[in-house]
Each structure stands twice: as structure tokens, then as C-alpha cells.
């Protein structure tokens, strides 16, 4: 069955379109179909987007160590800056004094106090004898002396309990002293009981114990004596003051 006719769009000849070309010029009835537009392009691939992150990494990491040197070779240059100069040595070395051993200076100064202690009771001593001897004020030199003996016997206790191993010649220091407190408190007591016959009205009595008394002191001092000739040198070496028989 032939449909209707058509122009040909080139030569005008009307023509079958069922032919699809024109039989006079053979030209294309029907306008060819245009070519599929091309897909657009596609994305970046993942490969080229995971060199790129890389790349940033790898530059982020180079920037940290360049940091990192910096900072490590200025810190290092301003520690050799303040590092402080060696004090240069000497090759002889200047003599060292040795000081005396620990606890030394301590038990110095506790016999030094044990030994003003018995200065002053020996002046205390002086003053009731004069007394005595006069025959004055008997009571009160009695208490006194009573008091001196006291104190005497006190003093020999407080030497048992101080310590002098730490001092040069510490047994001497130690045994010397103690003769001569020993000695001093033998004479406080005879004197005492001579105050107290004075005392009780009979002063022309009691020269046995006047003597007892004169004689334990004799002893007494020379024990001070020695003292003194091994307790000096201590006091020297520890700033302390040197004694007498007087001043023990």
C-alpha cells in the first residue's frame, strides 16, 4: 500500500516516503538521526585523589621534623650559652685542717657548764668559811655551807651522766674532774659540820673538822691541777675559756 507523497527536501520530486530516499536524486528522505551526545566526563579516580592526599601528608610530616631540627639546634646552642665556665684546679691542693669529731664541741661545752657550776659554788664556799672563821653570822653560813655540799654532790652526779668520749684525752678530762669534785664535796661536808658546832655556841670547837676540811681541799686542788693541764688544751681547740684550780 503506497502512502501519501512527499516532497523531496532537495530536488522537490514528489516521492514515496515508504522509499526513504528521493528515486530522483537520492537524497535521504528523512533527516538523519543526530549522534548520541558523548557522556559527559566522569569524575577523578580514587587512585589520583589518594596521591593527592599523599602528597599533603608527606609535606604536613617534612614540615614537623624541619620543626623539630630548628627547634633541637637553637636549644642546644643556647644551652652550650649558659653553660656555666669550669673553675679551673690548682694541681696542689691547699691543706685542710681536720675539725674536731662530731659531737666533740658538744661535750666541750657541757663540761665547760658543769665547771662554771662549781665556780660558783665554790665563791659561795669562800664567803661562809670567812664567816665561820670570824665567827658571824653562823646560822646562815651553816645553810650555806649545807646548800655548797648540796650542790657539790649534785655536780659529782651530773659528771657521771656527761659524756666525754668524743674530746682529746676525754678519760683524763672525765677521771681528773671527777677527783676533784670528789674531793671538794668531802671538804664541804667537814666544813659544815665545823659551821655547826660555831652554830650551836661553841666557835673556839670543831678544829678537827676545820682541818679534815683543809685537807680534803688540799686534795681536791691538786686533782685540779692535773684537770686543768688536760682540759685547757680542749678549751683551746673549741674557743672555750681555760680554768685554774680557782675557776674549777
Not at 599523599?54 to 620543626?67: K, Q, S
Not at 674532774?177 to 674531793?183: G, K, P, T
Not at 682540759?231 to 673549741?238: D, P, S
Amino acid at each position: 500500500m503506497r502512502g501519501t507523497p512527499a516532497e523531496c527536501p532537495r530536488c522537490a520530486a514528489l516521492v514515496d516516503p515508504a522509499a526513504g530516499r528521493c528515486v530522483q536524486c537520492g537524497s535521504a528522505l528523512a533527516p538523519e538521526p543526530e549522534p548520541a551526545a558523548a557522556p559527559p566526563a566522569s569524575a577523578p579516580a580514587p587512585a589520583a585523589a589518594r596521591g593527592e592526599y599523599r602528597w599533603l601528608v608527606g609535606a604536613l610530616l617534612a614540615t614537623v621534623v624541619l620543626i623539630v631540627l630548628v627547634v633541637r639546634l637553637t636549644g642546644g646552642a643556647a644551652d652550650a650559652e649558659f653553660q656555666p665556665a669550669p673553675v679551673p684546679t690548682s694541681d696542689a691542693a691547699a691543706p685542710v685542717t681536720p675539725s674536731p669529731p662530731a659531737g666533740a664541741a658538744e661535750q666541750a661545752a657541757a663540761v665547760d657548764a658543769l665547771l662554771d657550776s662549781s665556780t660558783a659554788s665554790r665563791t659561795r664556799l669562800a664567803t661562809a668559811l670567812a664567816d665561820v672563821g670570824a665567827c658571824r653570822r653562823l646560822p646562815a653560813a651553816a645553810a650555806a655551807l649545807r646548800d655548797v655540799t648540796a650542790q657539790r654532790d649534785r655536780q659529782v652526779r651530773e659528771l657521771a651522766g656527761t659524756a666525754t668520749d668524743r674530746l682529746p684525752d676525754g678519760t683524763a678530762v672525765r677521771t681528773t674532774l671527777a677527783a676533784a669534785l670528789r674531793e671538794s664535796a668531802a671538804a664541804d661536808r667537814a666544813f659544815t659540820r665545823w659551821a655547826e658546832r660555831a652554830a650551836a655556841g661553841r666557835c673556839a670547837d670543831g678544829d678537827a673538822d676545820r682541818r679534815d676540811g683543809m685537807a680534803a681541799s688540799a686534795r681536791a686542788r691538786s686533782a685540779k691541777l692535773a684537770f686543768c693541764a688536760v682540759w685547757n688544751r680542749v678549751a683551746a681547740e673549741h674557743g672555750l675559756a681555760e680554768r685554774d684550780p680557782d675557776r674549777v
